[in-house]
Structure formats: structure tokens, C-alpha cells
């Protein structure tokens, strides 16, 4: 009888979002095909697993899929694993899966983190239709024209981005697509973990400035809806929530100066003309 193929969620960076049938799992299968074994090894050790490791990554899919597809044929389990979050989502599972799926195996999910999933539910744009897009392009050209192809989609769009392409790429969907509402969650369920919502336009000068690390999501606002979502706060608004968060006055001043994209001397102006109002 054929074995099964388990496609395995692990954490996207806080050990604790392991879940206890993941562990299970892996530590049942005959074979944890990874991306990088180092890597995942030191993840099993955590758990006290043994697995058995094989690589699985995006220059050996083709291959290793035929090699993973024979040993569950002749009966064995596999489980996929990927350097973080879900297999699958920007990350190698697809091919063993079609692989799977025409040799009349079973495949297993093993739900779990998934960052565009956490980067969405916290991002406050609506999560009623979602429309995740994966990486950019790299080449400027070639961004454009995929955000002008999805910017008429009706859902909140969900992007991966690296730190140092996000400021251009941030600049790029406020030109194609219009100075939308966003958000940007970073380092998520990692200790410096943080969002930044705003306007594309205010986020994109904001990113422009900062030298920005860690892994993001991007989220966006869907089209038409600048006039529909809650309107902005103004800027005291957002100092308050700021201080109420734990950051003292001047920090905040600076931080709320960042986030509109302006001066911190404009920022205090428009404070005190809103409290002159
Ligand atoms: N398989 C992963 C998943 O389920 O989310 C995605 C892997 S993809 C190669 C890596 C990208 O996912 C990062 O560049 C970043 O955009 C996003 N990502 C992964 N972990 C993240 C985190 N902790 N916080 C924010 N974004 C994250």
C-alpha cells in the first residue's frame, strides 16, 4: 500500500506556533523532505524529532518529487517541510503534490502559520475577499505591469516582499494602483514584530527614508475604497495611540511624523492647529 505525502506547517519564527500534530506527524514519518537540512535540523532538534532528512528545494523539485513520488509508492510516509510557514505558499511542495496527485497518493495537510494569513487578520483592511499575489517581480518593468494586471481585483491584495526592495516596490503600487489604504506587518510572531498602517502614499515615504529589516507582508486596500474605509486619523490621533501603546510623547511625535510622511516641525503644525480647531 502507498504511503501518505504530509504537507507540514511550521513556525514562522516563534517556536511556540508549532502545533502538537505537526510534531506527531514528523516524528511518525519515514522520510521530512526539507529545504535547507541545517536549517530544519535545528527546528526537529527543538522538538526532539529524528527524522530523517532529505533536501527538497527549488533547484531539485523536478528530481527529488520522482524520488519522494518512488519510496511512497514502494510504501513509505513523507512529510514536506519548508524553512518557515506553510509548504507551497513561496516555498517548493507544488510539484510533489501534482507529482502525488497523478500517482493516486494521499496528501495530508497539516495546517499552520502561514505569514500572509497573520500579516491580513491583523492588517484592519477587510479580510472578506482576499487576493494574495506572492513576490513581485524584481524588475521595475515587470512589477508594474503584474500590479497593473491585479488592480482591479475586489479583495484586499496580500503581497511578500524583502526589506530591501520594499520601499521602491511601496512606491510602485502607489502609482499604479493609487494612494490606497495598507499596511505593513513585519517580523511577525517575532520579537520585534511590528505594523505600519497608513496610506500608501505616507507608507511609501515613510519606507523611503527607513533602512528597513526583517521579513514583510504588505497588505492593500481594495480599489475604490479610499471613500468607504474609516477615514484617517489625524495626526494627534495617531500620537495618542502611539503614546497609548508605550511610546513617550517625543518618540511618538517622530514615529506619527514618519507614518504622514512629513517633517516632524510639520507634524507638530498640524497638531497644534488641530487643537486649535
Ligand atoms: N511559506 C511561507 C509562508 O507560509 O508564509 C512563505 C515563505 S516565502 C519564501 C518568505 C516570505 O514570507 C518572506 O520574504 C516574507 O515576505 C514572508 N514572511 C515569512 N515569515 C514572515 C514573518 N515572520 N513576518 C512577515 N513576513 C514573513
Not at 491580513?120 to 521595475?140: H, W
Not at 500590479?147 to 526589506?163: D, F, K, N, Q
Not at 520594499?166 to 517580523?187: F, H, P, W
Amino acid at each position: 500500500m502507498p504511503g501518505t505525502l504530509y504537507l507540514v506547517a511550521t513556525p514562522i519564527g516563534n517556536l511556540g506556533d508549532m502545533s502538537l500534530r505537526a510534531v506527531d506527524i514528523l516524528r511518525s514519518v519515514d522520510i521530512i523532505a526539507c529545504e535547507d537540512t541545517r536549517h530544519s535540523r535545528k527546528l526537529l532538534n527543538h522538538f526532539s524529532i529524528s527524522g530523517k532528512l532529505v533536501s527538497y528545494h527549488e533547484h531539485n523539485e523536478d528530481t527529488r518529487s520522482s524520488e519522494l513520488i518512488e519510496k511512497l509508492t514502494a510504501g513509505s510516509s513523507v512529510a514536506v517541510i519548508s524553512d518557515a510557514g506553510t509548504p507551497g505558499i513561496c516555498d517548493p511542495a507544488f510539484r510533489v503534490v501534482q507529482a502525488a496527485i497523478a500517482a493516486g497518493i494521499g496528501i495530508v495537510p497539516v495546517p499552520g502559520p502561514v505569514a500572509f494569513v497573520a500579516g491580513v487578520v491583523a492588517s484592519g483592511l477587510a479580510t472578506d475577499s482576499i487576493f494574495f499575489g506572492g513576490f513581485l517581480p524584481s524588475k521595475k518593468g515587470e512589477r508594474r505591469k503584474r500590479l497593473a494586471e491585479i488592480s482591479e481585483i475586489p479583495a484586499t491584495l496580500v503581497l511578500y516582499e524583502t526589506p530591501h526592495r520594499l520601499a521602491k516596490s511601496l512606491v510602485d503600487c502607489l502609482e499604479v494602483l493609487g494612494d490606497r489604504s495598507a499596511a505593513i506587518a513585519r517580523e511577525l510572531t517575532k520579537l520585534h514584530e511590528e505594523y505600519a498602517r497608513g496610506s500608501l502614499s505616507a507608507l511609501a515615504a515613510r519606507y523611503l527614508a527607513e533602512n528597513v529589516k526583517g521579513e514583510i507582508v504588505i497588505v492593500i486596500d481594495r480599489p475604490g475604497s479610499q471613500s468607504t474605509v474609516a477615514p484617517r486619523a489625524t495626526i494627534a490621533d495617531h500620537i495618542r495611540s502611539l503614546v497609548a501603546r508605550g511610546l513617550d510623547p517625543k518618540a511618538a511625535l517622530k514615529m506619527a511624523a514618519k507614518d504622514f510622511g512629513i517633517s516632524k516641525s510639520e507634524a507638530y503644525r498640524q497638531v497644534l492647529s488641530e487643537k486649535e480647531t
